[in-house]
């Protein structure tokens, strides 16, 4: 029994924070929030690539962009929710 508790105790560690945030009376997901953070922070970074060097290719759109907006959401993700 005692094992019963111990394995019980530290597979529900992780269940004493709900992910959701409150925003105008309905819950978002942290997610949620972390991926439109993450679009405008893409965004913003786009412009000021383009701003500063419009000349230099920073390697093909296709795979530059959905990088950059995969590492803003899970960092503002990490930062915010973890």
Same mark, same amino acid.
């Given at each position: 029994?005692?094992?019963?508790?111990?394995?019980?105790?530290?597979?529900?560690?992780?269940?004493?924070?709900n992910p959701n945030v409150e925003i105008v009376g309905s819950y978002?997901?942290?997610?949620?929030?972390? $991926?439109?953070?993450?679009?405008? /922070? =893409?965004?913003? #970074?786009? *412009? @000021?690539?383009?701003?500063?060097?419009?000349?230099?290719?920073?390697?093909?759109?296709? $795979?530059?962009?959905?990088?950059? /907006? =995969?590492?803003? #959401?899970? *960092? @503002?993700?990490?930062?915010?929710?973890?």
């Amino acid at each position: 029994m005692k094992r019963l508790t111990f394995f019980a105790a530290l597979f529900l560690t992780g269940c004493n924070r709900n992910p959701n945030v409150e925003i105008v009376g309905s819950y978002f997901p942290g997610w949620m929030i972390s $991926l439109v953070i993450g679009v405008v /922070l =893409t965004m913003l #970074t786009h *412009l @000021l690539i383009r701003k500063r060097y419009p000349a230099q290719d920073f390697g093909h759109p296709a $795979l530059l962009y959905p990088a950059l /907006l =995969t590492l803003f #959401t899970c *960092l @503002l993700w990490l930062l915010l929710f973890a």
